[in-house]
């Protein structure tokens, strides 16, 4: 298995997966590129514990999507599960914009 760490290049933080809508075109693009330019058949990625708690139903089908998106391409994900160590401030109905100068500013 060859991989790496998976996080759509327009996603500021975990909290994508809450609007999973908007990047699964990237998903699609990415996965695809991962898999014949690089020969990844594995990522790993991490979901906050905030995701369950805001709709864990609809996290279930969404990672149900992704792992359909993987599985026609080949590949296969191991899912961090409820990575807990971020404060829990965010507002989930806000989309996270980065703050110039700050090192990583979506992440909590």
């Excluded at 790496?4 to 699964?24: D, E, F, G, K, T």
């Excluded at 990415?30 to 609809?58: K, P, Q």
């Excluded at 996290?59 to 404060?87: E, N, P, R, T």
Aim: aromatic share 14%; proline share 4%; charged share 15%.
């Amino acid at each position: 298995m060859v991989g790496a760490m998976y996080c759509p290049w327009r996603a500021p933080n975990q909290l994508w997966w809450h609007n999973y809508s908007q990047y699964r075109s990237d998903v699609v693009r990415e996965v695809s590129a991962m898999r014949s330019v690089f020969g990844f058949t594995s990522i790993r990625v991490f979901l906050h514990d905030m995701l369950w708690d805001a709709n864990s139903t609809a996290l279930l089908d969404h990672m149900d999507d992704f792992l359909g998106i993987l599985h026609a391409s080949g590949m296969q994900a191991g899912f961090v599960f409820f990575d807990d160590c971020w404060q829990h401030n965010a507002d989930l109905s806000k989309p996270c914009v980065p703050t110039q100068g700050v090192h990583n500013g979506c992440w909590l």
